[in-house]
């Protein structure tokens, strides 16, 4: 039998210990003896969050498919433990050896939000692990970092040996063993560091030194190690159906968070939408073949025994065999009690049919994201779903018998006006109307229209990363004038109005647009408390404020700040495909409410066909 | 077809809770591919049900479900089946068919049989003297315990509910009642003991493993207490 890291009376004193037991289904064991790497892969966040994660699932099965590396699983300690485990400096560990992880080789921290930064100071720190990359010696793990925050790594410079830019699949075994023949040689930390400086893809932070103008912007950043190189490009699946995918996922005991297969249809998107750096940086689209997923879909339902599968993508109704994949679900599953879940797909006549035979209509919800409240501004953000489209969509659907909509937007973006922001509630109002057009005799109740709002952050590789952001107060005001606007609308019975928490935003968009100098800002936090900034109840926003003082570091020169052209931004180094060229004309165009066509119309050159793949390329080639 | 299953579930998956065992057991009838039945209805559910929850912490070698299936081959088929599915520490033992008019498992349950042994540092100074002692308490015509409830203080008397109570080596066993009606928990005996000793039982401080689970075919008077896995088998 395991044995177990944490004693019985520790366990039974916790919340939740299945969260620390490892040995679930599908779980990789292997004999320590036989292997050359231990990799210890961690999600800086709570288990039932990190174990929801599609991307560390597909990495931990494509480590431990090669017999000389071991990979493990790291979550962050909930509060209760985290808190018992100082007291008793019991070191962290790994889920499937239950051995502390300062003596793995390497340890992988997935980048997925900001908020979770002070996550991976714990993890290192109850780790036993120096936080800086400077006080690690030849004993201690290398401490890599990747993920969508890794496109602008500089706030965390001090704590990470190196990033690796892009799609974890790609470079990693490279890595690896370039790490087996610098230990062989007898080679050095340091020697290590420089050879994997040569990988594509891997920034090592240690061997850039940024220099600075008199106004706190950047003035260049050059490599101070002839390994380095001058640009790290994002490296990336370029034939999708040949990369690694997982075929036995962990099936945790506990319920997590997204508890069903997952089943990743393509990466990247067609549709351009400015504020969104996932559908820029994971540019351009890949699809998996039709007959593809169809062998997945089976292998992962008999693998794992869930009885539930959910489509994964950014824009799941652009897949080209949509229709191909649902009716496949539907036909071969339906029947087995395998519920189906379709999430972000447009709503049209074939989403509805399909919603109506995977969903009980009167306990599910139509959602859209006109993510602004008018034309313009959707026409500034590129979001091509216009009022016409999502009247008709919802009209079919309250015909069909759906009386719930779920409306989301974002506030505070660029060139917003009062008119954007009341154009919410008069857009949820024309929901409403729609479904009160319909015949009393044929209506199912009440409507609900439900409207929330979230804060918008300006994210680097983005047409908006020159946006100024909104100060806290700017925020809470828009959301207080659409507040009113609601008030008054006619229907306003049916319609429910919620903003989010603006003080997490403004953090959020100091650290996403943050240079080195923030590092010192996440650590001051740490130090005096900050844990698990993501989750509200633990969030403390005076601690930040605090810190920011007592760093010298001022909140508005990385959120309002207006941001020059020419400026120097602190992740111009990557090279993510898109070119800056093509995000300043994005921007202008912006400015301009000027629609960019998705790729699909006409290529906009982006400059991610350099990767030879996505739809330009395909149709070219 | 109405089954009863058998199992065990021993080290760290003790730490796995009664509600994400379940859990645990539907996702593993669809590995197993067992065809097992479905409830009607737009949300359709296995049919499936536990004969007693084990608490969190406790170990056992006598866990009991009740399914029903559309199609099988035999039990020991079933048996192996599931077993090439399962987590390290739970264990299938035992398969019957069970009779269409057969009562399910949870209603049957009337007794169970613990063992507990002292965890690591929880031991009395003189262990022995402990054991020994556990004859004269158990040798008393009423065996009561104070329990703290909302209302205040009430006086319980454990003794009809304890059916045997032995030491073996070091380790403690015991036969007490269970089931809806009177469920007796076997750290409440121990904490009557510990009150009769005028001490307090440390926190954590016994290993529980439950042993068996029993049903009751005489009546209240003369008591034939039988494994749940021997009670309503098909004779086909």
């Known amino acids: 039998m395991r044995k177990l890291a944490l004693s019985d009376e520790i366990l039974l004193r916790i919340e939740k210990p299945a969260r620390y037991i490892g040995g679930e289904v599908n779980m990789v064991k292997k004999d320590l003896s036989a292997v050359d790497i231990r990799f210890a ?46 007291e008793q400096q019991i070191p962290l560990f790994a889920l499937e050896s ?71 699949e790609t470079v990693y075994f490279e890595l690896m063993d370039r790490y087996k023949e610098n230990k062989k040689n007898g080679g050095s930390r340091r020697d290590f560091l420089e050879m994997a400086s040569e990988i594509d893809g891997i920034y090592v932070p240690a061997f850039y030194d940024v220099f600075y103008h008199e106004d706190g912007t950047i003035e260049s950043m050059k490599p101070n190690n002839p390994h380095a190189k001058e640009k790290v490009t994002k490296q990336l699946v370029v034939s999708m159906d040949e990369a690694y995918y997982i075929e036995k996922p962990v099936v945790p005991f506990i319920k997590v968070t997204q508890d069903r297969v997952v089943l990743e249809v393509m990466r990247g998107c067609i549709r351009g939408c400015r504020f969104c750096q996932a559908g820029n940086v994971y540019r351009p689209l890949r699809e998996h073949s039709l007959e593809y997923l169809k062998e997945y879909a089976s292998k992962l339902l008999k693998s794992t025994g869930h009885e539930e599968i959910s489509l994964s993508s950014l824009s799941s109704s652009d897949y080209t065999h949509l229709e191909g994949i649902v009716n496949f679900l539907i036909d071969e599953f339906k029947d087995k009690g395998v519920n189906i879940s379709l999430p972000s797909l447009r709503i049209d006549a074939f989403s509805l049919d399909v919603m109506s035979k995977v969903q009980d209509i009167r306990k599910s919800s139509l959602t859209f994201a006109p993510e602004a409240g008018s034309q313009r501004l959707r026409d500034v953000i590129n979001k091509g779903l216009s009022e016409e489209i999502i009247l008709k969509g919802a009209g079919e659907a309250f015909q069909g018998g759906w009386n719930r909509v779920k409306l989301y937007f974002m506030l505070g973006l660029p060139t917003e006006t009062i008119e954007d ?34 804060f918008f952050v300006p994210k680097p590789f983005t047409p908006f990363q020159w946006a100024r952001m909104c100060t806290k107060e700017e925020f809470l005001e828009r959301a207080y004038i659409v507040k009113d606007k609601f008030k008054k609308m006619l229907n306003q019975k049916s319609l429910k109005y919620n903003y989010h928490e603006a003080d997490l935003t403004v953090l959020e968009g100091v650290l ?16 005096n408390g900050a844990l698990y900034d993501s989750w509200s109840e633990h969030f403390k926003n005076d601690i930040w404020m605090k810190a920011f003082e007592t760093c010298g570091l ?43 066509p998705n790729c699909r119309e006409r290529c906009s050159g982006c400059g991610a066909k350099n990767f030879e793949g996505g739809v330009c390329y395909e149709t070219e080639n | 077809m109405k089954l009863r299953i058998k199992f065990s579930k021993q080290g760290p998956v003790k730490f796995v809770g009664h509600l994400d065992i379940m859990r645990y057991f539907q996702k593993a009838m669809r590995r197993a591919g067992i065809d097992i039945k479905y409830s009607e209805g737009f949300s359709p559910h296995q049919i499936m049900s536990f004969a007693a929850p084990l608490g969190v912490g406790l170990t056992s070698n006598g866990e009991y479900m009740d399914i029903e299936v559309n199609t099988m081959e035999d039990c020991k088929t079933m048996v192996s089946q599931l077993n090439e599915t399962m987590a390290d520490g739970i264990q ?30 929880k031991q009395p100074n003189d262990l022995k003297a402990f054991l020994n002692g556990l004859s004269d308490f158990m040798g008393q015509e009423h065996i009561l315990i104070t329990k703290k409830t909302k209302k205040g203080e009430r006086e319980i008397d454990l003794k009809a509910f304890i059916y045997e109570l032995s030491i073996h080596g070091e380790t403690i066993f015991m036969k007490i009642s269970a089931g809806s009606a009177d469920n007796l928990k076997p750290e409440l005996v121990m904490d009557a003991y510990y009150q009769w000793l005028g001490q307090t039982c440390p926190e954590f401080a016994f290993q529980i493993q439950r042993e068996e689970v029993y049903g009751n075919t005489g009546d209240e008077e003369h008591r034939v207490l039988v494994p749940l896995g021997l009670i309503g088998e098909s004779l086909e």
């Open chain 1, 512 to 527: 996403a647009r943050g240079d080195r100098k923030v590092s010192s800002l996440i650590e001051e936090v740490y130090k």
């Open chain 1, 554 to 596: 001022d909140a508005d020169f990385y959120t309002v700040r207006e941001r020059d052209l020419e400026e120097v931004f602190p992740w111009d180094f990557i090279n993510a495909g898109v070119s800056k060229e093509f995000l300043k004309r994005e921007w202008q165009n912006a400015i301009d409410a000027k629609v960019t």
């Open chain 1, 421 to 454: 922001m009341e154009g919410i509630a008069e857009l949820s109002e024309k929901v409403a109307e729609v479904y009160y057009d319909i015949p009393k005799d044929q209506r199912n109740g009440k409507v609900q229209v439900v409207a929330s709002s979230s």
């Open chain 1, 41 to 86: 892969m961690c999600f800086p966040d709570v288990y039932e969050i990190g174990m929801s994660h599609l991307g560390m699932q597909i990495l931990y099965d494509m480590f431990n498919r090669r017999e000389d590396i071991y990979c493990e699983r790291i979550f962050s300690p909930w509060t209760d433990l985290d808190q018992i485990m100082r």
């Open chain 1, 98 to 168: 239950q051995d502390p992880i300062k003596k793995f080789d390497f340890i992988g921290i997935t980048l997925q939000y900001e908020m979770c930064y002070t996550n991976i100071l714990q993890v290192l720190d109850l780790g036993q692990i120096p936080l800086h990359w400077e006080d690690r010696t030849e004993e201690d793990p290398i401490i890599i970092g990747g993920g969508p925050c890794a496109y602008n790594p500089e706030p965390l410079a001090e704590f990470f040996d190196m990033f690796y830019i892009g799609e974890g």
């Open chain 2, 92 to 121: 299938i033992l035992e398969c019957h068919m069970l009779d269409e008019r057969a009562k399910n498992a949870m209603s049957l349950v009337a007794a169970a049989d613990y063992t507990l042994t002292f965890r690591e540092g």
